[in-house]
């Protein structure tokens, strides 16, 4: 690198390393924001190795000669350490799709080829170093360019497939819009890697880290920003009741996206009557919290305050049962007093009293509405 781009590379390098490191932070401050604790811990891995990881062993392996073997061990780290960022942001967009459903292929054959990169390595020359006027370049013999473009090439159109899937399958084509232009970006590091590795150009190598930081900026702001962006995009809220135990209706909200001809009544009805026969009879461990339909799931949250949240969605999923318990909280919070006084079944109930419910409903579902 000349000294105008390592000084530009410098100051870049510092500022998304201490990005990063706020990212971080805020990701186990806050991991509840993101729907599930395990989608924070795969986002805090991706960054990781991206930025704390590939970026700092990229740049120093680039910039600063040390010596053959060991500016060679610390550009093959980085190339290893990019291929794991790679797969664990394949994992977030797989849970765009569908949480925690990972399929064996295309994963099995992405570390398949990881194996093989990393068996590449102990094969003398499959890297070489050469530097010419304090510029530093790699070259690559045949079998490790092979390796490494099928596994770019692959993780783009695996990223592409996906966006293409999730755009036609969510009714939030908005969310599936920004998801289009994240992929759109993360073409230009992959694209300018590969021109890199098959044209040995070090212009093609510092654009690739320029875009790789470009992508890594945008998925920090979303992190830190729009944290509810990263959850299953694919699934959908049709109902939500909020029923007494006593099996009185509090509120009931429909989603203006609903196209399912489940009665969210007759089901509430018919879970919450069932449960409070049974709750005479079994302990409260026992009580029904899902009942699975031929199209539809329908998931229950009981309160211990007397009152059960019942949604009606497409499919059940961690994700959504977090979001119900955090919203029976902010309803039991909210509605204390009038929740307390209604403890007397023979109380007459107002539901009026429970109009408000539909801001928290749609404050703390908004993506699946």
């Known amino acids: 690198m000349n000294s105008i781009f390592i000084i530009l590379f410098v ?12 990212t971080l932070i805020h990701l186990i401050r806050f991991r509840e924001n993101y729907g599930v604790k395990f989608i924070a811990y795969i986002n805090f891995f991706a960054v990781f190795f991206a930025i704390i990881i ?5 740049f120093v392996s680039n910039a600063v000669y040390f010596s053959e073997s060991l500016n060679l061990i610390l550009w093959k780290l980085s190339i290893a350490s990019e291929f794991l960022s790679f797969l664990f942001i394949s994992l977030i ?44 370049n790699y070259s690559f013999d045949t079998t490790t360019k092979i390796i490494i473009i099928l596994f770019q090439g692959s993780i783009l159109i695996y ?10 399958r969510t009714w939030n084509k908005e969310i599936a819009k920004k998801m ?21 150009l070090p212009v093609f190598r510092e654009m690739h880290i320029l875009t790789f930081w470009i992508t890594i900026l945008g998925i920090c702001f979303i992190l830190l920003k729009k944290p509810e962006m990263f959850i299953e995009l694919t699934n959908q809220i ?12 509090l509120y009931s909200y429909q989603s203006d996206q ?13 879970l919450i009557g069932l449960n409070h026969i049974l709750s005479e009879f079994v302990d409260k461990q026992n009580q029904i919290d899902v009942l699975q339909t031929k199209n539809t799931d329908v998931i229950v949250n009981y309160d211990d305050v007397g009152f059960a949240v019942v949604l009606i969605a ?44 539909r801001e928290l409903i749609e404050k703390g579902f908004q993506l699946y509405l």
């Open 54 to 58: 590939h970026s700092s062993l990229y």
């Open 159 to 168: 990223f592409s497939l996906l966006t293409f899937i999730i755009y036609r």
């Open 238 to 249: 049709y109902y939500i009741n909020i029923y007494h135990k006593s099996g009185i209706l």
């Open 258 to 270: 609903t196209k399912n001809e489940t009665d969210s009544a007759i089901w509430g009805n018919i």
């Open 93 to 136: 967009y797989t849970f765009f799709k569908e949480y925690k459903k990972i399929p064996d292929f295309p994963f099995l054959y992405f570390l398949t080829l990881c194996g093989f990169l990393i068996g590449s390595f102990f094969i003398p020359n499959s890297i070489k170093i050469k530097v010419n006027n304090s510029t530093i």
């Open 180 to 200: 289009i232009l994240n992929t759109m970006v993360f073409s230009f590091p992959i694209l300018s890697y590969i021109l890199y590795i098959l044209s040995g």
């Open 314 to 357: 497409h499919r059940k999923n961690a994700i959504l049962q977090n979001l119900m318990k955090k919203f029976a909280k902010e309803f039991r919070n909210k509605y204390k007093e009038e929740l307390f006084e209604i403890q007397d079944l023979n109380k007459l109930i107002n539901v009026s009293e429970f109009k408000g419910t």
């Open 11 to 22: 100051f870049g390098y510092i500022f998304m390393f201490c990005l990063c490191i706020f």
